[in-house]
C-alpha cells in the first residue's frame, strides 16, 4: 500500500471541484485498508458533499456508522441468505460513513474529542458483529432456534454487554489521545501482499466472501457459507493470538 502514498482514490467522473475536495479530505493513511481504499474511497466524498449541503456535523454521521455496523450483527443472527445480504449492506454502509465523518470534518474544519470518541466506539462496534457468527452458526446448525424478537434481544443483550465495557475505554483513549498505530497496522503497510491478507481476515473481506458464496449456494447445494463463517471464526482465534504475541513483543 506504500504505493498509494500521495495518490487520490479518483474516478473517471471526478470534476476539478471533486479532485480539490480529495485533496483536501482523503489523503492515504496507513490506517487504510484496501475495501475503503479502493472502493469506498471513490463513493465517500460524493456522499461528504451531499452530506455538507444538508448540514449534517460529522458526529451525527458518525452515530449512523456506528448503528450501521452494529446493525449488520443482527442481520447476521437471522441467519438466511436475505439477511447474509443485509448484513453486507448494513455493514458497508456503516463503513461507508466512517469514511464520510472524517471526510467531513477536515473539509469543514471540524474535528473534536467528541468525534474521536464516537470513532472509538465505532470500533467497540465490531466485536457484537464478531459474536453474531457463534449465533449464526448455532442457528443454522438446529442449536437455537429463535424468533426475529428474540434474536433481536439476545443480540441487544450481547451489545448493549461490550459496550457497557467498551465505552469508559474509549472514554480513556479519547483522553490520553495515543494515536500510535497498531504494531499490526504497521506490518500490513509493508506490502500488498500483507494488505491482501489483512482484507480477508477482516469484515470487510468477510461480508464481500459472504455474499459471493451466497450467490454460489443458489446454484450448488453445498452449505458453503456455514463452513466459511465457521473457518473465519478459527482464523479469527489464531489472528487474535498473533495480534497478542505481536502487540506484546512490540511494547
Known amino acids: ?59 451525527m454521521v458518525s452515530w449512523l456508522s ?34 464520510v465523518d472524517g471526510e467531513i470534518a477536515r473539509i469543514t474544519k471540524r474535528t473534536s474529542k467528541k468525534g474521536f470518541f464516537i470513532d472509538m466506539l465505532i470500533q467497540a462496534a465490531t466485536l457484537p458483529v464478531f459474536i ?45 489521545k495515543e494515536m500510535e498505530q497498531d504494531p499490526v497496522n504497521k506490518i500490513r503497510a509493508k506490502s500488498f501482499l500483507f494488505s491482501i491478507a489483512g482484507f480477508l481476515l477482516g469484515l470487510p473481506g468477510f461480508y464481500v466472501t459472504l455474499l459471493l458464496l451466497i450467490i454460489v449456494e443458489r446454484y450448488i447445494e453445498l452449505p458453503l457459507t456455514l463452513f466459511y463463517i465457521f473457518s473465519f471464526l478459527i482464523i479469527l482465534v489464531l489472528k487474535v493470538c498473533a495480534r497478542l504475541f505481536i502487540t506484546l513483543k512490540s511494547i
Do not use: H
Request: charged share 10%.
Open 132 to 176: 453474531s457468527f457463534i449465533f449464526t452458526l448455532l442457528i443454522q446448525n438446529g442449536y437455537l432456534v429463535l424468533t426475529i424478537w428474540e434474536s433481536f434481544a439476545l443480540y441487544g443483550l450481547v451489545a448493549f454487554t461490550i459496550m457497557s465495557l467498551l465505552i469508559p475505554l474509549s472514554y480513556q483513549i479519547t483522553l490520553s
Open 66 to 99: 456506528f448503528l450501521g455496523i452494529l446493525s449488520s450483527g443482527f442481520f447476521m443472527v437471522l441467519s438466511t441468505p436475505l439477511s447474509f445480504f443485509l448484513a453486507f449492506i448494513s455493514y458497508n454502509v456503516g463503513y461507508l460513513f466512517d469514511c
Open 1 to 59: 500500500m506504500k504505493s498509494q502514498i500521495g495518490k487520490l482514490p479518483t474516478t473517471i467522473f471526478d470534476s476539478k471541484k471533486i479532485i480539490d475536495y480529495r485533496n483536501i479530505a482523503q489523503v492515504y493513511s496507513a490506517k487504510e485498508d484496501l475495501w475503503s481504499w479502493f472502493i469506498l474511497r471513490r463513493i465517500s466524498i460524493y456522499v461528504t458533499i451531499l452530506f455538507i449541503k444538508l448540514k449534517l456535523t460529522p458526529n
